[in-house]
């Protein structure tokens, strides 16, 4: 049980560079989100996902696409990538039935815009 | 607007003392509250929860939170600290299905945790 696997785990691009960040679980779990992690800012959340085919809008979506065809895998892509995207990216997920359930996350991918 | 606060960047503590985080909130209703710790280069990992009943609940590796509804306030504590423990600590909240449809968690911005030998 490999529970949320993120891969790369580091990447290094160039400024208007396109890219997919992957993130699969095998616990089958419907709620599936993206965080960036910036020193001082906590996490803040990208897209999230509450099943396969549905997707909406986190705080901070702008420069980012996510799509969701499987329960497994939950994408994450940078169209043209922009220095203020450096970050550490988490992907993270959790079963749908009772919202008190913590989420689980990955190891995170960080990235390096340049 | 729903927010968490960790007042304190980082939290110094001497192994074998007692160590508190501490995590305010500004969430409508009554929300589910987390407790979550990050090592270098991992992701977090959760720790304990509050859903109802008893103010203290204890979770992983010795830890205890307190919730205060009066204050908003949910502080992490332990015992007696070791080294081991020296972490990035997150306190996060989620709403029960009011605004967000208890989908989105709002996280603080983490306190750091350096326990001395």
């Known amino acids: 049980n490999a529970g949320v696997t993120q891969t790369p785990k580091f990447q290094v691009l160039k400024t208007g560079q396109s890219m997919t960040l992957q993130c699969a679980q095998d616990?089958?779990?419907?709620?599936m989100s993206w965080y960036r992690q910036d020193p001082g800012m906590g996490l803040r959340l990208i897209h999230y996902?509450?099943?396969?085919?549905?997707?909406d809008q986190g705080e901070v979506p702008n420069g980012y696409n996510v799509s969701r065809s499987t329960t497994e895998d939950f994408p994450l892509r940078l169209l043209s990538a922009a220095p203020s995207q450096t970050s550490v990216y988490f992907c993270?997920?959790?079963?749908?039935?009772?919202?008190?359930?913590?989420?689980?996350f990955g190891d995170g991918t960080r990235l390096s815009i340049l | 607007a729903q927010s968490v606060a960790q007042p304190e960047d980082q939290v110094n503590v001497a192994e074998g003392n007692p160590l508190t985080v501490k995590c305010t909130y500004s969430v409508s209703g009554n929300p589910y509250l987390f407790w979550y710790v990050q090592y270098p280069n991992r992701g977090l990992q959760f720790l304990l929860k509050?859903?109802?009943?008893?103010?203290l609940v204890k979770g992983s590796y010795g830890f205890e939170a307190e919730f205060n509804k009066s204050q908003t306030s949910f502080h992490l504590k332990k015992p007696s600290a070791l080294v081991s423990d020296s972490a990035l600590y997150f306190c996060?909240?989620?709403?029960?299905?009011?605004?967000?449809?208890?989908?989105?968690?709002?996280f603080g911005a983490g306190t750091r945790l350096f326990v001395k030998a």
């Open positions: 616990m089958n779990h419907e709620y």
């Open positions: 996902s509450v099943g396969a085919g549905i997707t």
């Open positions: 993270a997920s959790r079963p749908r039935q009772e919202s008190n359930q913590p989420q689980h």
């Open positions: 996060a909240v989620r709403d029960r299905g009011g605004v967000t449809g208890g989908f989105k968690t709002i």
């Open positions: 509050y859903i109802t009943g008893d103010n």
